[in-house]
């Protein structure tokens, strides 16, 4: 075997293992399982952005700001900066992060914080099917969006959003 034929196969074998590595963007079709075992199917706005080992980033579909912002730009971290937040639903959401630490938020009370994105779920158990927490600072405040059912079945819808100027951004956790 010649020294040229040799690394034109190591170079097929790298091209390979870093094709395979790379950023997908589909979501499995089953949805992707969290941190905390369930399985979390996006809803159809949001658009995934990539992926690379356990993360996931999506970015909501808004045609004229979109363009605007990417990924990098709008998820700079898994920590964006937090302003305060009021949920004002009949029971307590308990916030679950990436990162397995659990915070209760009292409905009618505010919460301020800094944190990746994670999954809301009701005292009982279900797991809200869409949640979108957009960072706040100088320039856009911080945006809550949840929709879901309990345990009984009832619809579960929220909107807590000030002048809202950017599209949501998603970092999902993946286990």
């Given at each position: 075997?010649?020294?040229?034929?040799?690394?034109?196969?190591?170079?097929?074998?790298?091209?390979?293992?870093?094709?395979?590595?790379a950023?997908?963007?589909?979501?499995?079709?089953?949805?992707?399982?969290?941190?905390?075992?369930?399985?979390?199917?996006?809803?159809p706005?949001?658009?995934?952005?990539?992926?690379?080992?356990?993360?996931?980033?999506?970015?909501?579909?808004?045609?004229?700001?979109?363009?605007?912002?990417?990924?990098?730009?709008?998820?700079?971290?898994?920590?964006?900066?937090?302003?305060?937040?009021?949920?004002?639903?009949?029971?307590?959401?308990?916030?679950?992060?990436?990162?397995?630490?659990?915070?209760?938020?009292?409905?009618?009370?505010y919460?301020?914080?800094?944190?990746?994105?994670?999954?809301?779920?009701w005292?009982?158990?279900?797991?809200?099917?869409?949640?979108?927490?957009?960072?706040g600072?100088?320039?856009?405040?911080?945006?809550?969006?949840?929709?879901?059912?309990?345990?009984?079945?009832?619809?579960?819808?929220g909107?807590?959003?000030?002048?809202?100027?950017?599209?949501?951004?998603?970092?999902?956790?993946?286990?």
């Amino acid at each position: 075997m010649s020294f040229s034929t040799t690394l034109w196969k190591i170079a097929v074998l790298c091209i390979t293992v870093l094709a395979t590595r790379a950023e997908s963007r589909e979501v499995p079709s089953q949805g992707i399982k969290t941190a905390n075992g369930d399985f979390y199917i996006p809803s159809p706005r949001m658009n995934m952005v990539g992926n690379f080992g356990d993360k996931y980033y999506f970015i909501e579909s808004i045609p004229t700001q979109t363009d605007y912002y990417s990924a990098l730009t709008f998820c700079p971290n898994e920590h964006p900066a937090m302003t305060s937040v009021r949920v004002d639903s009949q029971e307590e959401l308990r916030y679950i992060t990436s990162y397995g630490i659990n915070t209760t938020i009292p409905a009618g009370t505010y919460w301020t914080g800094a944190t990746s994105f994670g999954l809301y779920s009701w005292p009982d158990g279900s797991l809200l099917e869409d949640l979108y927490i957009d960072r706040g600072n100088d320039y856009a405040p911080m945006c809550l969006y949840f929709h879901g059912s309990n345990a009984a079945g009832e619809r579960l819808w929220g909107e807590r959003c000030i002048n809202r100027h950017f599209p949501i951004c998603q970092i999902i956790t993946s286990k």
